[in-house]
Every structure is written in C-alpha cells, then in structure tokens.
C-alpha cells in the first residue's frame, strides 16, 4: 500500500509549471476523490487499483497528454465539462468572450450562435447564465457535436441546440443577434504546434491557413449576412491577431470595433455591432 504523501511526491517530474497540481488533479480522478481530501488524508493509504491507474496516467502525462484527456473533464465557467481528442480543451482565457456576451444588450429572447462549438463550452456557459435565450452550436465535426450534446444533457441544459454545420452551412435561413466563436486561428507552420497540449488537440479546430486568419477572415466577411441589425460579433484570435480583426470588421462595416484582453493581459477577443439598415 502507497500513502496519498507518497504518491503525489512521485510526480515531481511531470511536465510544464503545474506539475503538482496536475498530479492531485489525476489522482483525485482516479480515486473518485476531491482535493480536499488529499490535503485532509495525506497518510492515507490508497489501493492497488487506484495507485495502479494513477501510475499508468503519470506515464501518459510524461508523455505529454494533456490532463484533461487523462480525466475526460475540464472545468469551465463552473461547469464540469466532457472533453476528447475531438474538441479543444476549454480554457480559461475564453471565459473573457463569455463575460463581454453576457454585459452586451440584447433582447430578452435573443437569437444566439456559437461557430465551431466543439465541446460547447462557450455556448453552455451563456445558457446556464441567460434563461430566456435561444441557443445554437454549430460544428463541422460530428464527434465533437456528440460531445457538446452530451455535455449538454448531463449540465441540465437540453434546450442548447446542437447541428452540424460548416460555419453558415447549415443555418443559412437564420438570423441572430448575437455571434460567438472560437475559431481555428494559428499559422500553419507555427511551432507551438509541436509543444504541450496542442500536440493532442485536433489539428481542423487549431490551424487556419499560412497566416492564421483565414476563417476569422471569413466569419467576418460572411456574419452580416446572418446578423440582426444591431447584432453583435464576438471572436476569440490569437494574441498577436486584433489589429488584424479590427480592420477586418471595420471594413465590413461593424462599428463600436474594439479589442478585450484575456486573464493575462493579451488581446484576445475582438468584436463589433453591425450597423442598423
């Protein structure tokens, strides 16, 4: 038998700056356990089952998995959400998107879609605040969707609906008035794609042409078409990107154009209301 003390010092050597978080992270997964009690029971002792999987998931983290592929969850505006190898991992830098959606006006039925929803992170996180909405995730992937819709049921939040599209494909009858997305956006040939997590997430959702801009380029370019008057478009980039985005809405004709920054201080969400008729 291995003590909790013993088992948490043995992942010292996990990769990247979190390495004992990560590892109580997996073993509170393994052992069906929150944190709390590992810090209340560091001498407890834990089975051979238990200690066995949480070894198996420390090798495949030296490796590099990412954490929340290890434990299928990734917390997200508070909610427990399934994640895979088909679907980004929410992160934390998106929750800035989510936050600028829920201060803009909109009617109290508003019409909302959220492009490439993946795990649905964005979409139900505005649904679990906002119960008079109308709520549409779209994606091309239907692996991904399959996670989003069972996401979905199991936070309670079945009146999300979910449909494969390819961006407008697939809705192409419909108007909203409110946009949100997290779009592919890195540069195809950039080297964070060989670098921590990126390495396991689905290349589709991640690489957007040479530059990275082409689908914000085409989200932008197509959103009026789509959008009440008065409607807003809200999209996630990467940090290097808002000049970028914001001549590209302001071209297109939005107005109140302007740039959010994330948790650490980068600009990362960048959005624009298009103009009455």
């Known amino acids: 038998m291995t003590s909790v003390r013993e088992l948490l010092h043995c992942a010292a050597d996990l990769p990247g700056d979190s390495a004992l978080r990560?590892?109580?992270?997996?073993?509170?997964?393994?052992?069906?356990?929150?944190?709390?009690?590992?810090?209340?029971?560091?001498?407890?002792?834990?089975?051979?089952?238990?200690?066995?999987h949480y070894r198996r998931c420390l090798a495949a983290r030296r490796l590099g998995h990412p954490v929340a592929h290890l434990t299928g969850r990734r917390e997200f505006w508070s909610l427990e959400l399934e994640v895979n190898a088909h679907t980004l991992i929410p992160r934390p830098e998106t929750e800035t998107l989510v936050e600028w959606a829920l201060q803009l006006p909109m009617p109290e039925d508003a019409q909302v879609i959220d492009l490439?929803?993946?795990?649905?992170?964005?979409?139900?996180?505005?649904?679990?605040?906002?119960?008079?909405?109308?709520?549409?995730?779209?994606?091309?992937?239907?692996?991904?969707?399959?996670?989003?819709?069972?996401?979905?049921?199991?936070?309670?939040?079945?009146?999300?609906?979910?449909?494969?599209?390819?961006?407008?494909?697939?809705?192409?009858?419909e108007r909203f008035h409110l946009m949100v997305g997290n779009p592919p956006y890195i540069e195809q040939h950039d080297p964070?794609?060989?670098?921590?997590?990126?390495?396991?997430?689905?290349?589709?959702?991640?690489?957007?042409?040479?530059?990275?801009?082409?689908?914000?380029?085409y989200l932008v370019n197509k959103a009026p078409e789509h959008l009440f008057p008065g409607g807003w478009l809200l999209l996630e980039h990467g940090f290097e990107q808002g000049d970028a985005v914001r001549q590209q809405l302001q071209g297109r004709g939005f107005t109140d154009v302007q740039t959010r920054k994330d948790i650490s201080g980068q600009e990362r969400i960048t959005g624009g209301c298009r103009g009455a008729e």
Not at 31 to 52: I, N, Q, T
Request: proline share 2%; net charge negative.
């Open 22 to 52: 990560d590892a109580e992270v997996l073993l509170c997964h393994c052992a069906d356990k929150s944190r709390s009690w590992l810090y209340a029971w560091p001498e407890c002792e834990v089975g051979s089952a238990v200690a066995d």
């Open 116 to 173: 490439g929803t993946g795990s649905g992170a964005i979409i139900l996180a505005l649904a679990s605040e906002r119960d008079n909405w109308h709520f549409l995730g779209v994606d091309s992937s239907a692996m991904a969707l399959a996670v989003a819709r069972s996401n979905g049921q199991r936070l309670g939040l079945e009146r999300v609906r979910f449909e494969l599209s390819d961006w407008f494909g697939g809705v192409a009858e």
């Open 192 to 217: 964070h794609l060989g670098m921590g997590d990126l390495r396991f997430e689905p290349t589709e959702a991640l690489i957007s042409g040479a530059a990275g801009l082409a689908d914000l380029a």
